[in-house]
């Protein structure tokens, strides 16, 4: 399998108001092949979101690349100008986001919506005239309605007809994250980047879209990226999961085999506070993500470790393999320890 | 359509308010207009006289009841200066303010919105610093102050502009059509006439539309950073929305709808900016109607014009309520 | 933070290390400190404060604040003994401008203060009891709303004989509606916060939430509105005098002074620039204040 996409070494991070360099990520490492999904796991903050952010290439003004390169078939993007990076969005990568209710602009139609990007996706502006004659083409006008309607039934939803012609309001949690995805998909985008869908919507609704993109997804042999805090979704859906710790990555590795025989002691308590249908009682890791402003050197995970020992504030355990098949993890105890999940 | 009827019954109601509130404060108040209009000269029988005429020696609700129904009928009294009729005056009047107030608010919005938009697009760049500092100023200045430096510059300086009134006393307006000199010279294909016309209204209408354009400039860019920071736009943008598609069409649409919630205090602006204006500039509306009024205390005349002026700042209210719910499809559905 | 029962590691450090604490008044400090254009407004404000207080001390000639005449130095333009030139019967304009700015600050401080002992309470009343009164209290504010403030004010001073007491009165009248809408609305928020559902369940009175949990609350929003609101008021005073509807000659209030040079234009410039600069200044001065006060306070919460 090629190599779709390469993230090496990435470190991104921002001066705050009072001047002090705040590092968001450090050091992160991953790789995408054709046709496969991996999961991104680890706890809100731990800077999942701000990497796929980067991947697109819409991270916020304030941040700013420090180091690293993310190569996608080959190019490294860090060093497109604009037009060519939005060229890639659309038929390269495109974002299934988080909040369904809230990322669709409420004022214009769904179908005014897929109209634009449909006629426009990937330009970098669009001039008047340009603007008006699609609208103004019956027959143009006619195949992009066509079009839009078709990619709503493919996500499967009811009556697209009709609702290509409703307001974002007029639609439900589920239905929304579904005309996001057919949105997602329009450009037929190797890799897809899922945001958490679904965390804002019922445990049912967030299975169908999760089944409902998996599916999608293996039909047309795209890649995904599948952002998410929830282990048990992502031992579902991914082939590898990389998990996040305060900007780094800490474990990464087949999905199987990372959560089955882990090496970090953050993904073995991350599958132990995993709530299970047992008599067992809640297991949390305690304490809460370190101040990212406050890092020194050694392993940022170590005050919330129960197998932390002297050795670990020295100096930041590299991400090592523990294993032929790819698992590695960033912990000097990785291969001494015996976690259990 | 129940949201408008509700809106027009909210009207109603302020409308009711609002003639009952001048009503009381113009009887309620000390100082005895009859006296102010005669002067101090006038003899006791001459007071009498006109206070029957008025009808101030009635009963308060008779009085009220007089005031509404003439309102109804179109009648709003005669005035004490000019003794014509003040509704006459006032339809003599209008066109030229409608005018102003159009061009105003024309000019206001078209140097406005684009400002509001470049300055939050380049944020904290050398632009928004620029348009600010202009913003700024536009809403601290005082407008009477820049009504007469813009005229000393312009026009007894300069000599672009000429300082006084809509027309040259010896030129002949153009047939009427819609009241507007603007409009109805070119009508007439008289493109002479428009220009001349036009150098009349430049400047009254720069000096007014500069604290709304100031206004509008301000807002529309807390809008577009407001706007900017929602999760649409990261999606439209991580998804291949055409950059000046997303600011002008999808962000622009929404930041525009916070932006008109302010446009009944726009409203406000003009009418009272068009007091001072129309005064400084000569020009001949229902402003300056109304500060002679005010400065000769012509009684009828101050009910009056504050009556149909707040009637007409209400009523562009309602209809900018409508028009806002008409834009924003949440409103209309009932949505959040 | 859930606790294991075999904790051997000190508890509180599970966090890891924390950036210290600041103390909220040097964050204040600190933030105004920074913004270079708020610590412009607060000079401007500052020392328009202190010439309108000390003006009949500082001022070169203090008496032609009032109707003295000097013929000999009518219509003099700028120069070392008259920094702004003097007036049509020779009075020293920039004393008169110094005195004005008493008035102005005089006009904006009675108002501003009538306007928010009247508007304040009417609007948390009609936020917190709401119901009928509610109802009541805003249509009448919605009234009051209805007519443009200058219109507003300008009839109410022609009707009643335009003197100083009379525009504090006239525009008072006009602003307390701002203040009774600024109350209602943020009362309205506030109701719905927990720490009044605690005083309510707690059995305090209704006058004792309202004025003691919710009002509170109110002051910073209060402090940014009534910071900005000194300038929209001395420039709806100013605009009065200019009309002659407002303060009346020879009170040298800035509106008038403009107005008076107005008959002098072109000639005698310094007439109608300097007032109607001071004017300008000041009112900048307390919209940068209100702005930076505006940062300030917003970012605290």
Not at chain 2, 273 to 298: H, N
Request: aromatic share 10%; net charge neutral.
């Amino acid at each position: 399998m090629s190599t779709l996409l390469e993230v090496e070494d990435l470190d991104i991070g921002f001066r705050d108001a009072d001047g002090v360099e705040v590092t968001l990520l450090s050091g992160i490492s991953l790789s995408l092949a054709r046709g496969e999904i991996i999961a991104l796991v680890g706890e809100s903050g731990c800077g999942k979101s701000v990497t796929s952010k980067a991947v697109l290439g819409v991270l916020a003004d304030n941040l700013s690349v420090r180091g690293g390169a993310i190569r996608f078939e080959g190019r490294d993007l860090l060093e497109l100008d604009e037009a060519a990076y939005q060229a890639l969005r659309g038929p390269a990568f495109t974002l299934v986001p988080q909040h369904p209710l809230s990322s669709l602009n409420p004022v214009f139609t769904v179908g005014e919506q897929f109209f634009d990007l449909i006629a426009f996706q990937g330009r970098t502006r669009v001039g008047a005239i340009e603007y008006w004659r699609p609208r103004l083409n019956r027959a143009r006008r006619h195949a992009i309605r066509e079009r839009t309607i078709e990619a709503l039934r493919e996500v499967s939803l009811p009556s697209p007809e009709e609702l290509v012609d409703r307001y974002p309001l007029q639609l439900s949690g589920g239905q929304s994250q579904r005309v996001l995805i057919a949105m997602a998909l329009l450009g037929d985008p190797k890799i897809v980047i899922a945001d958490e869908p679904g965390t804002a919507l019922d445990v049912t609704i967030e299975a169908q879209i999760n089944d409902l993109l998996l599916e999608r997804v293996h039909a047309r042999n795209t890649s995904m990226i599948y952002i998410t805090h929830d282990l048990g979704i992502a031992s579902q859906l991914a082939d590898r999961v990389y998990v996040m710790y305060a900007g780094r990555v800490v474990e990464d590795g087949p999905t199987g085999r990372v959560f089955a025989a882990p090496r970090h002691p953050y993904t073995a308590g991350l599958l132990k506070a995993v709530p299970k249908v047992t008599d067992e009682p809640f297991a949390g890791i305690r304490g809460t993500l370190p101040d990212p402003k406050a890092v020194d050197a050694g392993c940022a995970f170590r005050w919330r470790c129960p197998h932390a020992v002297d050795a670990c504030a020295g100096s930041l355990p590299p991400l090592d393999q523990v294993a032929d098949d790819g698992h590695r993890a960033a912990c000097i105890r990785a291969r001494e320890l015996e976690l259990s999940s | 359509m129940r949201f408008v009827l509700r809106r027009i019954a909210e009207l109603a109601v302020v409308m009711f308010g609002l003639s009952v509130l001048i009503f009381v404060i113009s009887r309620v108040l000390p100082g005895d207009p009859v006296r102010f209009a005669l002067g101090p000269q006038a003899t006791e029988e001459q007071i009498a006289q006109l206070s029957r005429e008025m009808g101030l020696d009635q009963p308060m609700v008779v009085q009220y009841w007089r005031l509404i129904k003439g309102l109804f009928q179109g009648d709003l009294g005669v005035s004490l200066t000019t003794f014509r009729p003040i509704a006459g005056d006032l339809l003599t009047f209008l066109p030229a303010s409608l005018e102003l107030a159009f061009v105003g608010m024309a000019l206001a919005i078209v140097v406005g919105v684009p400002l509001g938009v470049m300055t939050a697009v380049h944020r904290n760049k050398g632009r928004d610093f620029v348009g600010r500092a202009l913003a700024f100023s536009g809403v601290a200045l005082p407008v009477f102050w820049f009504a007469l430096l813009v005229q000393m510059l312009f026009s007894f300086e300069m000599r672009i502009f000429p300082p006084l009134g809509r027309i040259d006393a010896d030129v002949a307006p153009p047939p009427s059509v819609t009241g507007s000199f603007l409009i109805d010279s070119l009508l007439a294909l008289d493109f002479g006439l428009f220009l001349h016309l036009l150098s009349f209204v430049v400047l009254p209408a720069i000096v007014l539309a500069a604290s709304p354009m100031a206004m509008i400039l301000r807002l529309l860019r807390a809008s577009m950073l407001d706007e900017m920071g929602k999760d649409y736009v990261l999606t439209a943008r991580a998804n291949g929305m055409p950059r000046n598609l997303l600011i002008y069409k999808y962000m622009l649409r929404n930041a525009f709808s916070a932006t008109l919630t302010i446009i009944g205090l726009l409203f406000g602006f003009f009418i009272g900016g068009a007091f001072i204006v129309e005064t400084v500039f000569s020009w001949p509306g229902i402003g300056r109607y109304g500060v002679r009024a005010l400065q000769f205390k012509d009684f009828n005349a101050i009910i009056a014009v504050t009556l149909v002026v707040g009637m007409a700042y209400a009523a562009a209210n309602t209809l900018v309520t409508v028009l806002y719910g008409w834009l924003d499809p949440r409103l209309r559905l009932g949505g959040r | 933070m859930a606790d294991d029962a075999n904790v051997t590691i000190a508890s509180g450090l599970e966090d890891g290390p924390v950036s210290k604490a600041v103390p909220t008044w040097r964050i204040a400090l600190e933030t105004l400190r920074k913004s270079p254009l708020s610590m412009i407004g607060l000079f401007i404000v500052v020392a328009v404060i202190f010439i309108a207080i000390f003006a009949p001390w500082i001022a070169p000639f203090p008496d032609d604040a009032g109707a003295t005449v000097n013929f000999a130095e009518r219509l003099q333009p700028p120069s070392w003994k008259h920094w702004f030139g003097t007036d049509i019967v020779g009075r020293d304009v920039l004393s008169r401008v110094m005195v004005g700015a008493r008035i102005s600050l005089m006009i904006a401080f009675f108002v501003i203060v009538l306007a928010v002992l009247i508007g304040v309470p009417i609007g948390i009343i009609a936020a917190y009891w709401g119901g009928w009164l509610g109802n009541v209290l805003m249509r009448i504010n919605e009234v009051f709303l209805a007519i443009p403030s200058l219109v507003f004010v300008l009839a109410v001073a022609a009707l009643l004989g335009p003197s100083l007491p009379v525009v504090i009165a006239a525009i008072s009248l006009a602003w307390w509606t701002w203040f009774a809408r600024l109350a209602y609305g943020e009362a309205l928020h506030l109701k719905e916060e927990q720490f009044v559902e605690a005083a309510r369940v707690s059995g305090a009175s209704g006058l004792r939430i309202a004025f003691g949990e919710i009002l509170p609350n109110l002051t910073s929003v209060l402090i940014v509105k009534i910071t900005l609101d000194i300038g929209y008021v001395i420039l709806l005073g100013a605009a009065l005098g200019f009309l002659g509807l407002g303060v009346q000659p020879p009170d040298p209030e800035w509106g008038i002074m403009v107005a008076e040079g107005r008959d002098q234009l072109p000639n005698a410039w310094w007439l109608t620039t300097f007032p109607g600069l001071a004017i300008f200044l000041t009112v900048i001065g307390f919209n940068l204040l209100g702005d930076g006060l505006n940062d300030l306070l917003g970012a605290r919460q």
